[in-house]
Nanobody, 114 residues
Framework: QVQLVESGGGLVQAGGSLRLSCTAS????????MGWYRQAPGKERELVAF???????NYGDSVKGRFHISRDSAKNTVYLQMNSLKPEDTAVYYC????????WGQGTQVTVSS
């Protein structure tokens, strides 16, 4: 069973930055894509960012230009650098593989205060 372990969430003021990490228990190149969804209270789970096996990236409209996804294959880890954070970015962020078809992390809370 593949495990995804997230870290890096927390409380930050609006305009601040956080970096999330997701470490897989296996080679991340065994997945076609790896990335993040988020879910705020009362809202549907929303795509944040993905990085494909090829290296191409895909971002949700609400985070384009502010968030950046990257990976370190030697560490089997994907990172989400979140800049210029807004209160509406407050959510639980979930690491995922293959656009909901694969594995999920346990989630990490990100809270942005105004």
């Amino acid at each position: 069973q593949v495990q995804l372990v997230e870290s890096g969430g927390g409380l930050v003021q609006a305009g601040g930055s956080l970096r999330l990490s997701c470490t897989a228990s296996t080679d991340i190149y065994s997945f076609q894509a790896m990335g993040w969804y988020r879910q705020a209270p009362g809202k549907e789970r929303e795509l944040v960012a993905f990085i494909h096996k090829s290296g191409t990236t895909n971002y949700g409209d609400s985070v384009k230009g502010r968030f950046h996804i990257s990976r370190d294959s030697a560490k089997n880890t994907v990172y989400l650098q979140m800049n210029s954070l807004k209160p509406e970015d407050t959510a639980v962020y979930y690491c995922n593989t293959d656009y909901k078809l694969g594995y999920w992390g346990q989630g990490t809370q990100v809270t942005v205060s105004s």
